[in-house]
C-alpha cells in the first residue's frame, strides 16, 4: 500500500544574489512498511525533502499524498497530523534536559491523549524494548549518546506513528552505537511494519535499507 506519495515537488531558497533552486520536480512514492534510505552530496537538499515530507517546511510548487489524500502543509491541522501519525529522529537528540528519559518518551502522548498514567506506562515500555531498562530515571546528561539517540527513537515511536523520518540519526554516534542503533531501526521494521525513511551519508548504512535513492541536482534517482 503505497503510504506516502510526493509529486512534482519544487523548493528554492531566496539568497542575495537571487533564488537558490533546490528541489526540481521532484517525485517519491513511499509503501508501507518500507524502510528507505536517501542520500546525496552535502547541500543536495536531503534535509530540506525529508522537513517536506514531514510537513515541517512548505512547497513552492507540488503536491504531498497521505494514503492517497491530499495533505494542506499549510493547514492549521497540520501540527495535529505530525504528532499522531508522523514521528521524526534527528542527528542531534534534542531531549529536553529537565526532563527524565521516561518524561521525555511520555510527552508526546500526554500531548495526544492527555493521559499522563497511561503515557509513562507506554514509555517504560518502549524502553524496555530498546534496552534501556533502568534508564528512564536518568536525565539526559546521566546518558551515552547511543543511550540518548535510542531515547529519541523510543519517543518518535511514542504515538505508533505509520512513518518515522530520520534525518542522519547516527551522525553523532561513533560506529558502534550507530550499528546499534540501525539495528534496532530494521529490527522494529521487522518485527512491527514500521515505516522508515533515512537521511543518512553513510553508504553502508543506505545499502541495509530496502531501497536506496540518491538526490542529485534537485531530482531522486533510484540507485
Known amino acids: 500500500m503505497e503510504l506516502v506519495a510526493a509529486k512534482g515537488i519544487w523548493k528554492s531558497y531566496r539568497e542575495t544574489e537571487g533564488k537558490l533552486e533546490i528541489l526540481k520536480g521532484l517525485d517519491i512514492?513511499?509503501?508501507?512498511?518500507?524502510?528507505?534510505?536517501?542520500?546525496?552530496?552535502?547541500?543536495?537538499?536531503?534535509?530540506?525533502?525529508?522537513?517536506?515530507?514531514?510537513?515541517?517546511?512548505?512547497?513552492?510548487?507540488?503536491e504531498i499524498f497521505y494514503k492517497g489524500e491530499l495533505l494542506d502543509t499549510r493547514s492549521i491541522k497540520s501540527?495535529?497530523?505530525?504528532?499522531?501519525?508522523?514521528?521524526?529522529?534527528?542527528?542531534?537528540?534534542?531531549?529536553?534536559?529537565?526532563?527524565t528519559a521516561?518524561?521525555?518518551?511520555?510527552?508526546?502522548?500526554?500531548?495526544l491523549t492527555g493521559n499522563r498514567k497511561a503515557a509513562e506506562q507506554k514509555a517504560a515500555e518502549l524502553l524496555a524494548r530498546l534496552n534501556l531498562t533502568g534508564r528512564?530515571?536518568?536525565y539526559p546528561n546521566q546518558l551515552s549518546g547511543g543511550e540518548q539517540q535510542r531515547v529519541a527513537v523510543a519517543r518518535a515511536l511514542i504515538n505508533?506513528?505509520?512513518?518515522?523520518?530520520?534525518?542522519?540519526p547516527t551522525g553523532n554516534l561513533d560506529q558502534r552505537h550507530s550499528?546499534?542503533?540501525?539495528?534496532?531501526?530494521?529490527?522494529?521494521?521487522?518485527?512491527?511494519g514500521q515505516t522508515f525513511v533515512l537521511v543518512t551519508h553513510?553508504?553502508?548504512?543506505?545499502g541495509r535499507m530496502q531501497k536506496h535513492y540518491i538526490l542529485e541536482n534537485g531530482v531522486l534517482r533510484i540507485r
Do not use: M
Open 136 to 138: 528512564g530515571s536518568h
Open 179 to 192: 550499528t546499534e542503533l540501525v539495528d534496532v531501526l530494521i529490527e522494529l521494521n521487522e518485527t512491527r
Open 29 to 62: 512514492y513511499i509503501q508501507q512498511g518500507e524502510t528507505v534510505a536517501i542520500t546525496g552530496e552535502s547541500g543536495s537538499g536531503k534535509s530540506t525533502l525529508l522537513h517536506i515530507l514531514g510537513l515541517l517546511d512548505e512547497v513552492d510548487c507540488g
Open 102 to 111: 521516561l518524561e521525555n518518551v511520555a510527552l508526546p502522548n500526554f500531548y
Open 160 to 168: 505508533e506513528p505509520d512513518i518515522v523520518y530520520a534525518d542522519e
Open 79 to 99: 501540527d495535529a497530523f505530525r504528532n499522531s501519525k508522523l514521528g521524526f529522529i534527528f542527528q542531534f537528540h534534542y531531549l529536553l534536559e529537565d526532563f
Open 202 to 206: 553513510d553508504q553502508q548504512i543506505a
